[in-house]
């Protein structure tokens, strides 16, 4: 079982917009302003979307936006892309752990 | 660019052991923490354990007191020792380089197998 919460799976058609929730507890996403999301595609290396909650990586597009209120976070991508099609993870610092932890993973389909 | 590059797996028996890799360049290995996550197949990420860059290492409950993470960093080098191998550590392991408490690079993985 997982630290954090995810939806398994959402979709998409392209040029639509979806949001992705990641839920947790007080001692990881809500205590800590240190929320990462990852986009892997299929037998590839996880590649990092967005850190502190809501900063993008030099490269990323700003298609790709992230928020977080209380306990949970979310993941937005606007203007769907063929490519955008992949798993994305959400991580967060747990203080519990003095580490880090993942959601489930969810399975972004884009119609 | 930074670069990491993982070694080391293969196929093991439970119960045993096996020590895994990371060949680092591009950035200043001394100065950023590291952390390993493995990934089975099909399943989502799991992290395993990360090491500072004073050597304060941090494990997850599942793998505390099997696995010892350590670097050199003479060599630029992570490692993982793994002991007491279990089929549920199969997975792919990656190595990262972190960027406040947000992994900004990783490896492309190796493969660890445990069966008999």
Known sequence: QSALTQPASVSGSPGQSIT?????????????????WYQQ????????????????????SNRFSGSKSGTS????????????????????YDS????VVFGGGTK???? | EVQLVESGG????????????????????????????????GKGLEWVSAIGTAGDTYYPGSVKGRFTISREN?????????????????????????????LRDWGQGTLVTVSS
């Open chain 1, 41 to 60: 595609h299929p037998g590839k290396a996880p590649k990092l979307m967005i850190y502190d909650v809501s900063n993008r990586p030099s490269g990323v």
């Open chain 2, 10 to 41: 293969g196929l093991v028996q439970p119960g045993g052991s096996l020590r895994l890799s990371c060949a680092a360049s591009g950035f200043t290995f001394s100065s950023y923490d590291m952390h390993w996550v493995r990934q089975a197949t």
């Open chain 1, 108 to 111: 972004l389909t884009v119609l």
């Open chain 2, 74 to 102: 003479a060599k630029n080098s992570l490692y993982l020792q793994m002991n007491s191998l279990r089929a549920e550590d199969t997975a792919v392991y990656y190595c990262a380089r972190e960027g406040d408490l947000s």
């Open chain 1, 20 to 36: 992705i929730s990641c839920t947790g507890t007080s001692s990881d996403v809500g205590g800590y302003n240190y929320v990462s």
């Open chain 1, 73 to 92: 976070a979310s993941l937005a991508i606007t203007g769907l892309q063929a490519e955008d099609e992949a798993d994305y993870y959400c991580q967060s």
């Open chain 1, 96 to 99: 519990s752990l003095s580490g």
